[in-house]
């Protein structure tokens, strides 16, 4: 009965491979969104979708492209990994209704690791 | 733009003591505030929030005011326990509301609570 889930918890790969992150969500949330963990904990947001459609992109790398296949899932891929990549990845999810502010429900985290 | 400010860490606690965390913030418009906490090994939870002016958020003993004449939302919580242990974050979200809203976080502080 996860609410939001994310694959895999911890992934190791070398520099200049390129690696995906999956997120699903069983909340019937219309938004989803991405946010890099560094490691000093700080906390910043990469992206958001609403129903598949892209919202927030923030100044993120090309490298990084994000795909909604469904309003349930928002998968994060990664081209050319180099090391500064390493943090840990959270997604999350919120009703996304206008006009008002809407808790955003965070999953477990995927803790990427570049050699 | 929007930013949050929140103390300096870590801080380490005997188990009964008073504790505050200083959060501070920036924004255009006008922000709801939110302190999210992270257990270790886990993703984030809100734990409280307040979306105006002299609103009190409450939560598992945790306790904060929505202060617009100093821009601050400090946590505090009268006896600390073990089980408090984690990282904690000082957050906002300004308008735009619905999907477009996103959250910006402080750097989290790292709360060690010793028997």
């Known amino acids: 009965d996860t609410a939001v889930s994310q694959t895999p918890k911890y992934l190791v790969t070398q520099m200049g491979n390129d690696k995906s992150i999956k997120c699903e969500q069983n909340?019937?949330?219309?938004?989803m969104y991405w946010y890099k963990q560094d490691s000093k904990k700080f906390l910043k947001i990469m992206f958001s979708?609403?129903?598949?459609?892209?919202?927030i992109n923030e100044t993120v790398p090309n490298r990084f492209s994000p795909k909604s296949p469904d309003k349930a899932h928002l998968n994060l891929h990664i081209n050319s990994l180099e090391l500064g990549d390493s943090a840990v990845y959270f997604c999350?999810?919120?009703?996304?209704?206008?006009?008002?502010?809407?808790?955003?429900?965070f999953g477990p985290g995927t803790r990427l690791t570049v050699l | 733009g929007n930013s949050v400010t929140q103390m300096e860490g870590p801080v380490t606690l005997s188990e009964e003591a008073f504790l505050t965390i200083n959060c501070t913030y920036t924004?255009?418009?006008?922000?709801?505030l939110f302190w999210y906490v992270q257990y270790p090994g886990e993703g984030l939870q809100l734990l409280l929030k307040?979306?105006?002016?002299?609103d009190k958020g409450s939560n598992k003993g945790f306790e904060a005011t929505y202060r617009k004449e100093t821009t601050s939302f400090h946590l505090e919580k009268g006896s600390v326990q073990v089980s408090d242990s984690a990282v904690y974050f000082c957050?906002?979200?300004?308008?735009?509301?619905?999907?477009?809203?996103?959250?910006?976080f402080g750097k989290g502080i790292t709360l060690s609570v010793r028997p």
């Open positions: 307040a979306t105006k002016a002299d």
């Open positions: 924004a255009t418009g006008y922000p709801s």
């Open positions: 979708y609403n129903n598949k459609e892209l919202i």
């Open positions: 957050a906002l979200s300004a308008p735009p509301t619905g999907a477009n809203s996103k959250l910006t």
């Open positions: 999350a999810s919120s009703t996304g209704l206008a006009g008002r502010w809407n808790e955003q429900f």
């Open positions: 909340l019937g949330h219309d938004t």
